[in-house]
């Protein structure tokens, strides 16, 4: 093949490359290579026009053929070289364009990933301050809550020193109306034992609250009382003597059972009145002797007949035998000091025991004073000691050694309470 037609072969196939021939190259760095591969084949070519080849065939001829052309192909070959040229500085200037760009595209990667990167933070970031704002929400909800509480407290406290204050001005009026009068007058006395004699009622509620259990439990152990009360087909209000907290007037108005309570605390009046109970504040032995006699269904009284002197506790028993419809019960329920751990430790946690009542002397009392079918029942055991035959040391006959068990067993973890449920006779009985 001759130079010419290397020369248009070469030009053939970049026509085919600009029409979109399947030589086309697929990108940046292709193209840069594929334009010098090209210069490197069209170099050899450059001459082509100015001289023949060393190698070539009937080289005189065409010499001589050359030589009479020359004046019109003389520049050719400065032409190609200047061609060549100018395409290898497109190449570079085109290489180094893709350098750029790739680099470029490297920034953009670089920028797409630190974007990530940041929208990811900034999800985290959202995501924190979510966290934060249910944060505070919750520790302001916690803070209203704790300020409301606050200002119950407060809002107590100025009721009662309000009321102590009251309580004062009442004690200063009686002291100067007795000093001008130049003695004390049993009204005098009298008024000022009932504002001296109220200053403990809050304590003794404190007191309850602390040692008695609570609300819950209490209505709980009371439950089996309302057998009592179904098998007394009787009619009338049950009064409870001493409600304290109201627990067993509470269970008894969720049963519909007619009641009331009554009690000398003023503190825990209100409380139970507080709480949609009827309770009156009154001596219960007085209120007992006001009623109709024979109107009652039942008399109730727990933990309370400890706090009393014997003269009232038989008072109190009159009273309500007196009350009581025939067929009515009478239901008292205490400490049982049978119990070693009750009689000489934990029935001392109130200070307004008056002293422990053996069940036998408490049951023989309301038995004397008119009541019959009296029981006692005992509650609430402790199991807090739970011997047995095998833990004495050997010796002596097994019946013995169950016996001293026993005894044991009943003095340190027997039952802590005591009921005594007591019926008025009928009409038949009596």
Not at 199 to 223: K, M, N
Request: net charge negative.
């Amino acid at each position: 093949m001759t130079d010419t037609e290397e020369v248009l072969r070469y030009l053939h196939q970049a026509k085919q490359r600009v029409e979109g021939g399947s030589t086309q190259p697929s990108s940046g760095e292709e193209a840069v290579r594929y334009a010098r591969h090209r210069l490197e084949e069209a170099l050899p070519h450059a001459h082509a026009g100015s001289e023949i080849p060393a190698d070539a065939r009937l080289r005189p001829v065409k010499n001589a053929m050359l030589g009479a052309v020359r004046p019109v192909t003389s520049h050719q070959a400065p032409f190609n070289t200047a061609i060549l040229q100018a395409l290898d500085g497109a190449t570079a200037a085109i290489e180094s364009m893709v350098h750029r760009v790739e680099l470029q595209d490297h920034h953009g990667e670089r920028l797409s990933a630190g974007l990530a990167t940041a929208e990811i933070a900034l999800d985290e970031v959202i995501e924190d301050l979510n966290a934060l704002r249910l944060d505070v929400r919750s520790h302001l909800e916690s803070f209203s809550s704790t300020l409301e509480e606050l200002r119950a407290s407060v809002d107590e406290a100025k009721s009662i020193a309000a009321t102590t204050r009251a309580q004062q001005e009442v004690v200063l009026r009686i002291a100067q109306e007795a000093l001008s009068a130049q003695g004390f007058t049993v009204e005098h006395l009298s008024e000022l034992t009932r504002e001296l004699g109220s200053g403990y009622e809050r304590l003794y509620e404190d007191l309850e609250d602390t040692f008695r259990g609570s609300l819950e439990s209490v209505r709980a152990s009371l439950e089996p009382y309302l057998e009592d009360l179904a098998a007394t087909k009787v009619e009338g209000d049950i009064v409870d003597v001493g409600c304290g907290r109201g627990e067993w007037l509470s269970l008894l108005k969720d049963h519909g059972i007619a009641s009331y309570g009554v009690d000398t605390n003023e503190v825990v009046v209100e409380r139970c009145v507080d709480a949609g109970l009827d309770v009156r504040h009154q001596d219960a032995l007085v209120h007992l002797r006001t009623i109709e006699p024979g109107s009652l269904r039942a008399v109730t009284s727990f933990h309370v007949v400890e706090h009393l002197p014997l003269d009232v506790l038989v008072g109190l028993i009159d009273a309500a035998l007196i009350a009581l419809a025939p067929g009515g019960v009478l239901i008292f329920e205490t400490p049982n000091p049978t119990n070693l751990n009750v009689g000489a430790a934990s029935f001392y946690l109130d200070p307004t025991h008056l002293k422990p009542l053996h069940p036998q002397f408490l049951e023989f009392l309301v038995k004397q004073r008119g009541f019959t079918t009296v029981e006692a029942r005992f509650l609430h055991p402790s199991n807090e000691l739970d011997l047995n035959v095998d833990d004495l040391a050997a010796g002596g006959t097994r019946d013995r050694a169950q016996g001293i068990v026993d005894r044991i067993n009943w003095a340190f973890g027997g039952p802590m309470d005591f009921a005594i449920v007591a019926h008025k006779a009928t009409s038949s009985e009596a």
